[in-house]
């Protein structure tokens, strides 16, 4: 075992930089289907015959079952080994990807992009713990998770450029081909130069803990985006709501229980983690409205081809790719707090400009807001992180940072359930697509409003404290 592990840790040494590229393939590929498969929606809606619903769960069937999953694949990989998860994740997200291409209607669609968030699941935090193994020094690590960083901007500032030219000039399941080669590559590449890695005690599997917090976001996510169609009321999604609400108390209930849970809820004690939570909630929940909101906005109501609907999110792409190294700098040298001041100030002032938005919004305008949103994200993905792992022992760090992760895709998931259906609402009393989109805004723009309170509750004396106790605890548990 030990002669083993030398071994693996000799060949992560020769091939550190070809690791991290191949770790960075699998971040370009999910990054990207963030942002292309947005531009491509009134393509799809076109061919599909699809109902706003169904734009809806093209994005949400994606992004619920990487939330739901997160957690189980980071203990599979401990378990199993993170080069065979890894190339597994792979291997569901290309198969995935072809699979979406392929689709006849929209109903398969959504369930090839639910393949596609299964392989999704494996790839970002198992490709993390890959990059440590890989990369021991402190400083060697820095400088490759700071790589890793700037290719997930990178990632989204291209993929509505990409997204955008590909389905004008060849059609809308040509952006799900692009991804066919690169994962292939990937697999291979991973097989011959990427070590096998374990943790030395993996973390035991939580099958109910799993299963409830499934049901709770599945079901909450299926009220808010069935509710214009069925009625806020009815028999369905009242119960959709009940069940969601059962799920999440059998949760809360059952996860002190167990030796190893599923996501300790002790963490939650601590101010900056909790806050974390919130502001992953907030600034994703908005960003995924916002692409969503967006892309449908310039092609269906101003007209726009998809390629310069792509070109138009440039500024928020570019913006949010200097801010968020910028970020980083300041999260290390002065806390959290200053990052989250521009981020809120930011998501403020610009969420304010769209609250007005019309068919006649000068585009100049629309181009400053849009890149005052992308200095708001990049400004703030850094600060969650380092929020979520504040204080925390080495042992919980990385579990701290996935829930931050989880975070982040269930805001996701809530963002454009939400937007679509404050749309569908709006469209059934009689308002245009403008109009409708109004109510959203002014809800950004209380999310904005709560990261600037964050920003100083994070950062307190007693949030430090808490953060300090929270440690404590876990210190005293392995002792």
């Known amino acids: 075992m030990v002669s083993s592990s030398v071994s693996s840790a000799r060949g992560a040494s020769r091939h550190q930089h070809l690791i991290l590229s191949i770790c960075c393939t699998s971040l370009l590929l999910t990054g990207m289907d963030v942002t292309i498969v947005n531009v491509a929606l009134p393509a799809i809606q076109g061919d599909l015959h699809a109902n706003l619903s169904g734009l809806q769960w093209v994005l949400d069937a994606y992004t619920l079952v990487v939330a739901s999953l997160l957690m ?9 080994g993170r080069r065979r998860i890894f190339q597994i994740g792979l291997g569901l997200f290309t198969a995935g990807s072809l699979l979406c291409s392929l689709a006849q209607s929209i109903g398969q669609l959504i369930a090839f992009r639910a393949v596609q968030g299964l392989g999704a699941s494996m790839l970002n935090p198992v490709a993390l713990s890959i990059i440590a193994n890989a990369f021991p020094e402190p400083k060697s690590r820095a400088r490759a998770v700071g790589i890793w960083g700037a290719v997930a901007g990178l990632s989204l500032a291209i993929g509505p450029l990409i997204g955008g030219a590909l389905t004008q000039a060849i059609g809308w ?6 991804n066919l080669p690169i994962g292939i590559a990937a697999i291979g590449l991973a097989a011959f130069f990427v070590p096998e890695s374990k943790a030395v005690r993996a973390r035991r599997f939580d099958p109910v803990g799993q299963l409830l917090v499934f049901v709770c976001f599945s079901s909450l996510t299926s009220a808010v985006i069935e509710a214009p169609r069925a009625g806020w009321t009815s028999a369905l999604i009242l119960s959709l709501f009940v069940t969601s609400g059962i799920a999440f108390a059998g949760f809360l209930w059952y996860e002190p229980r167990r030796r190893d849970p599923l996501v300790d809820l002790r963490f939650f004690l601590s101010i900056p983690f909790s806050s974390a939570t919130v502001l992953a909630l907030c600034a994703f929940a908005s960003f995924a409205g916002f692409l969503f909101l967006n892309a449908l906005y310039l092609q ?6 998809a390629f310069r609907t792509g070109l138009y999110t440039l500024p928020l792409a570019i913006t949010m790719m200097v801010a968020a190294p910028l970020s980083g700098r300041l999260v290390g040298s002065y806390g959290t707090r200053p990052s989250l001041l521009v981020a809120g100030g930011s998501f403020l002032v610009s969420t304010l400009i769209l609250t007005r938005l019309s068919v006649h919004t000068s585009m100049a305008l629309l181009m ?7 200095v708001g994200l990049g400004m ?6 380092n929020s979520a792992v504040a ?15 989880t975070s982040r895709q269930v805001g996701a998931s809530l963002g454009v359930a939400t937007a679509g ?7 059934i009393s009689g308002s245009d697509f403008t109009d409708a989109t109004h109510p959203i805004w002014w809800i950004m723009t209380e999310c904005a409003v709560i990261v600037l309170l964050l920003a100083w509750a994070a950062n307190t004396g007693k949030a430090r404290l808490s953060a300090e106790r929270v440690a404590q605890l876990f210190d005293h548990h392995t002792a």
């Open 72 to 80: 189980l694949a980071g203990s599979s990989s401990d378990r199993f």
């Open 173 to 178: 399941r040509s952006i799900f081909w692009i």
């Open 300 to 305: 269906q109501a101003r007209g726009f081809t």
């Open 368 to 374: 400053f807001a849009y890149a005052l949103f992308g």
């Open 380 to 385: 703030i993905n850094p600060a969650i992180t």
């Open 391 to 405: 204080g925390m022992p080495l042992s919980q760090a990385g579990v701290a940072a996935a829930v931050a992760s």
């Open 421 to 427: 259906t404050m749309i569908a609402t709006g469209r």
